[in-house]
């Protein structure tokens, strides 16, 4: 069985609303060390990888490996019913055939306990073997300065063409009515400190790479899991969109495109 | 050459029937079909939920046409064969106004002059106003005109008269269509055929009711149907060219009304066609239709071309030539779906990356071909189907054979009375797209924890009247005229229950039938039911009768039976939106078919067969009612 207990709704709340966008249905594998999430959207551009480490939960008890297949639009329902800072217990039985979840609420003026349950279902997904990859180049930014890219420079184009050299990263879209580039330099006094807010670049050679944007405005959503998100990218590998926060990741890696020029 | 055209309405729906649901992928159904030039209406689709196999499908070359604004609707498709032949070029639309990006150049035009809408006499519209130009009519992905060489190609589907109001969307259509193939034939002296759902029946012989006097006389009423007359061989140039293989064949039809299961008498229409100009005919060596080929409430329809002709002159002209088939001919034309931006290659997929083994990328989404069927039918009966070969395509079937078949074999759907799992879409059972697809849940422990699902979710929702009686109750009701006083106040509480049930309150009618079915179901298990301690005193003769008494009350009301026929009527639910969704009622069980009782207002009464369904109609709540009322009295006697 799985007992599993967040300090904090809102974590899986967030988590949701970023992965929901790329697929309906997902497995949650549950396993002693962590549960963990891998997906891939219809279409076979973008997958998502989320892992919830053992360790960041209030307490955690599995005895077994079991997959909770669970429809992320039911999931999505039945989170809303939980405020941002209830405390959230996730249970299901080994059978796997429901969730339960309790929230429990932190407030001193009232005692609520609320328990929901959904329905779970047998999702047929195939597990893809991610390689450990030695990435080109890795760029961390505040991941509000990444939102804001995208979502800028999806209205004017369909795909960024993102480029890392020595000058910076630099972002740009071509679009049928205007384009624009961006450029982010790297933070001078942030480049030694890892903790800092600051634009940070490590690069072995000059990356460049043209993504679609609307998967990559799906990912910023996660922009409410982290302050800080890291890109990492080598020529014609998958990129990767990596936020990091206490109790875990998620992580989204995105086909690039090809041709053009 | 077969050229095939089927309304298959709904690309989505389609791959759900038998056989076609036995097929992995959209191309095997292509290849099923054994023609190599496949046209489709009604694909009730839009182009951005084409799924990958449909608009790619391997060999093929596709073109398609959608709706402008909205999808899911109307929308034609053509499918050729590259392995046999490849269009010269294609356009979307009849008028030559839809242009892709960038606009077509001279050279990939089929024509040099469109039909102009101030040429022909269009019907005036809803408000009165004639239109001045055809971007209504091409705006909802109707028509595609390939150019082939020897011919044009005019893929249509045809607007239906829903309403009053669509009389002259469906007209100008006609119209527009009429002059379009006129200007090619006229003007620039091309051969045309011209295939799909006209949506007019083109004799009273196409039309399952034609032959009755009433109809007869005023057949050609219709402005469509005169127009069509009009333009058919031999009052105008196009020849329908199924009709003349089977001048005299009766019940020669392609389109059955689903909801009166009139396909089972072939009470039917014939909508669809194919017709050609004069040119065409000795190269025509048959046409027919397949109304054996189920998925749609149309069937295909198709000709077969010669492979070669005898001219006048004794010289052979062989069809490979005649349709301009040079070897440097090896692109599809521009409008092609692989030259889409979504499909041209620019965005490539994960898999490729992260995969063991890059996949190919038709197999990049596939729809959910794995569902059960819906119709019974072995494993066993289905492999054979799937490993007909297909003389058309003897190269790859055996290749089909190894991983379809065995997939189709060793995992054979479940049972068709299983009902279906509630939760599980069937999206989910995609093929397994890559690598270490984890099989570890398709156990038979969870065919079992499904099952438990499925009880949980019984016991759910509206309380049953069941519950509240339960086993003791069923004791206490064997005390229904002769026990201890203490038990008739428990019956005190009865009546309310069967007043309300008289009432014809459906809900607890339903409560009621389970409980009934539940008391009989006991009864039979246990003539005296051990478990409550009153029963034990029980007698249990009485008990039994009693228990008969109740379920008889509760017993489920027999079908009435028809006023013409005598027979068991059958049950149907409304499903149009209005006050009455959702209500029951009876109707004739006898199957539609040619003079069938359809009302007084709109079958005259000697023209009525009661071999075919009768005018009976009841609603059930009436019929129980009635019923209810019956037995009330059989009681109280």
């Not at chain 1, 060390?33 to 891939?40: P, V």
Request: charged share 25%; hydrophobic share 35%.
């Amino acid at each position: 069985m799985l007992e599993a207990k967040l300090s904090e709704a809102a974590i899986l709340k967030r988590l949701l609303d970023a992965v929901k966008e790329l697929v309906s249905d997902a497995n949650f594998e549950c396993n002693e060390e962590a549960i963990t999430l891998q997906a891939m959207d219809n279409s076979h551009v973008a997958l998502v990888a989320v892992k919830l480490e053992a360790s960041g939960f209030k307490r955690y008890r599995c005895d077994r490996a079991i997959p909770l297949g669970v429809n992320l639009g039911s999931l999505t329902k039945v989170l809303k019913c939980a405020k941002d800072d209830d405390i959230l217990t996730l249970k299901a039985t080994d059978d796997a055939d429901i969730l339960s979840l309790t929230y429990e609420a932190k407030s001193t003026y009232t005692d609520r306990i609320a328990e929901y349950e959904m329905k779970l279902m047998d999702i047929d997904a195939d597990t893809l073997g991610i390689p450990d990859t030695e990435y080109d180049a890795s760029v961390t930014l505040p991941s509000a300065e990444f939102s804001r890219i995208v979502r800028d420079l999806s209205l004017l184009g369909e795909s960024v063409r993102i480029e890392v050299s020595k000058e910076g990263i630099r972002f740009v879209s071509d679009g049928e009515a205007a384009n624009g580039n961006i450029l982010l330099r790297q933070s001078a006094e942030a480049a030694p400190k890892k903790g800092s807010s600051g634009v940070r670049i490590e690069m072995n050679q000059a990356v460049t790479l043209t993504f679609s944007l609307k998967y990559l405005v799906n990912f910023s959503k996660s922009s409410t899991l982290s302050k800080k998100v890291q890109l990492m990218m080598s020529n014609d590998v998958p990129l990767l969109v990596s936020y990091e926060f206490n109790q875990g990741h998620i992580r989204y890696y995105l086909a690039p495109k090809i041709g053009d020029d | 050459m077969r050229i095939l055209s089927w309304n298959i309405n709904g690309i989505r729906t389609l791959p759900k029937y038998h056989p076609w649901n036995t097929f992995e992928s959209f191309q095997r159904v292509l290849d099923e079909l054994k023609a190599d030039v496949i046209c489709f209406q009604e694909m009730k689709s839009a182009r951005a939920g084409l799924p990958r196999d449909v608009a790619l499908p391997g060999p093929y070359h596709s073109f398609f046409s959608f709706p402008v604004s909205k999808g899911g609707y109307s929308g034609v498709a053509v499918y050729v064969d590259s392995r046999k032949v490849i269009p010269l070029k294609a356009e979307e639309g009849l008028s030559g106004k839809l242009q892709p990006k960038p606009p077509f150049s001279p050279d990939e035009r089929i024509s040099l002059s469109y039909p102009y809408p101030h040429e022909i006499d269009l019907y005036a519209t809803e408000d009165g106003e004639v239109p001045t130009s055809f971007d209504a009519l091409d705006a909802e992905g109707r028509g595609l005109v390939v150019d082939f060489g020897l011919f044009v190609l005019i893929n249509v589907y045809c607007p239906n008269e829903t309403s009053e109001a669509r009389l002259s969307f469906k007209m100008n259509y006609h119209l527009m269509l009429q002059e379009r193939v006129r200007k090619l034939v006229e003007e620039e002296h091309r051969q045309v055929i011209v295939v799909g759902d006209i949506n007019v029946c083109a004799s009273p012989m196409d039309h399952c009711d034609g032959h009755l006097p009433s109809n007869v006389a005023t057949f050609y009423d219709h402005p469509a149907r005169a127009w069509f007359h009009k333009w058919l061989s031999p009052n105008g140039p196009m020849i329908d060219i199924v009709r003349q293989f089977h001048p005299d064949r009766k019940g020669l039809f392609t389109c059955w009304n689903m909801k009166l299961q009139a396909r089972e008498t072939n009470y039917g229409t014939r909508v669809d066609y194919i017709l050609v100009t004069k040119g065409l005919l000795p190269w025509i060596s048959h046409g027919d239709i397949q109304p054996s080929l189920k998925g749609s409430d149309h069937c295909p329809i198709y000709i077969d071309l010669r492979d070669e002709i005898t001219l006048e002159s004794g010289e052979i002209l062989s069809l490979h030539e005649a349709m301009k088939q040079t070897p440097d001919l090896k692109e599809p034309p521009r409008i092609a779906a692989r030259f889409w931006e979504e499909f041209s290659g620019k965005q490539t997929v994960l898999s490729s990356f992260f995969g063991k083994h890059a996949v190919s990328k038709q197999k990049g989404d596939m729809p959910p071909f794995s569902t059960p069927a819906p119709t019974p039918g072995s494993g066993a009966d289905r492999a054979t189907e799937t490993s007909l070969p297909s003389p058309d395509a003897p190269t790859d079937t055996p290749v089909v054979a190894s991983p379809v078949v065995t997939q189709s074999i060793s995992s054979p759907p479940p049972p068709p009375p299983e009902p279906p799992k509630k939760l599980k879409p069937p999206q989910i059972t995609r093929p397994s797209l890559s690598i270490s697809s984890t099989q570890k849940r398709k156990s038979s422990e969870n065919a079992s924890s499904t099952k438990s699902k499925k009880l949980k979710q019984q016991t759910k929702g509206q309380a049953s009247i069941a519950s509240f009686f339960g086993k003791p109750s069923a004791s206490s009701s064997s005390s229904h005229t002769k026990q201890s006083p203490q038990e008739v106040i428990e019956i005190e509480d009865d009546p309310p229950a069967s007043t309300s049930t008289s009432e014809g309150d459906r809900d607890q009618l339903d409560a009621d039938y389970r409980l009934a079915l539940a008391l009989a179901e006991d009864a039979h298990r246990s003539p005296a039911p051990a478990s409550s301690p009153s029963s034990s005193q029980a007698q249990p003769a009485s008990s039994s009768q009693n228990q008969a008494a109740w379920s008889n009350l509760f017993a489920p009301v027999p079908p009435p039976k028809c006023t013409v026929h005598n027979e068991p009527t059958r049950l149907y639910t409304v499903n149009k939106q209005g006050p009455n969704k959702g209500k029951t009622f009876y109707i004739c069980a006898r199957p539609v078919g040619p003079g069938y009782d359809k009302g007084k207002g709109e079958r005259l009464r000697d023209e009525v067969d009661h071999r075919y369904r009768c005018n009976y109609f009841k609603w059930a709540s009436e019929v129980r009612k009635e019923a209810m009322r019956e037995r009330e009295r059989e009681r109280t006697k």
